[in-house]
């Protein structure tokens, strides 16, 4: 267990601070959630950095890496969601889509796992990380911005629908990048020959 793996499994300590925070009536909370949030997600970056610099790259790292991502962003909109009255019903659907991606692109790491393979995080991946990030933070910020200074108006609704135009392009990305790994790793669902049986 060292120090970039450490970082790795901060990010879901982070998650249920936030959840806390989000569900705390009390003014400035979301905006402290906001500001843990920002700090999770700048493990992602944190974590890689130093296990490249000081050569601490291990497998445990790699899958440990893509999943506390997972855990983070699929429990933030899961969260997000869960705020009465704050996002519009069909995101429901849309949280549900990358939830159905991540649990079917973590299947397929278990199985490469039990082959010997580990899947690193591919680049399509990442990016679409960095947009449910996005999405998320500028709907955190909109919310804190109702909940915490009472702002309401055009610019809170601009702020709002940005983040949900971020969100909706995010899910894509996740279809998108999900369909890449089903693509490249396909052959890992199909059945190990036996080679004894071609002697």
Known sequence: ?????????????FLFLIAALLFLNVKGAVMAALV?????A????????????????????K??????DKVLMVGMF????????????WSLFLVLIIIGREFLITGLRLVAASRG??????????????????????LLLAL??????????????????????????????T??????YLTKYWFLFKPVENENSQK
């Open 144 to 173: 804190s911005l109702a909940r915490d200074f009472g702002m309401d108006g055009v610019v809170l609704k601009t702020l709002f629908w940005t983040g949900m135009g971020l969100f909706v392009f995010a899910t894509g990305l």
């Open 42 to 61: 700048l493990t992602d970056w944190a974590d890689g950095y130093v296990a490249r610099r000081f050569k601490l790259i291990t497998d445990f790292g």
């Open 175 to 180: 279809l998108q990048s999900g369909a890449t």
């Open 117 to 138: 393979v580990v899947l690193a995080a591919e680049k399509g991946g990442k990016i679409k990380t960095v947009f449910q990030i996005l999405a998320a933070s500028v």
């Open 1 to 13: 267990m060292n120090l970039p793996n450490l970082l790795s499994l901060s990010r879901i300590a």
């Open 63 to 68: 899958l440990m890496d893509a999943l506390a």
């Open 78 to 89: 899961v969260i997000l969601v869960s705020i009465p009255g704050f996002l519009p019903r």
């Open 36 to 40: 843990c949030f920002i700090i999770a």
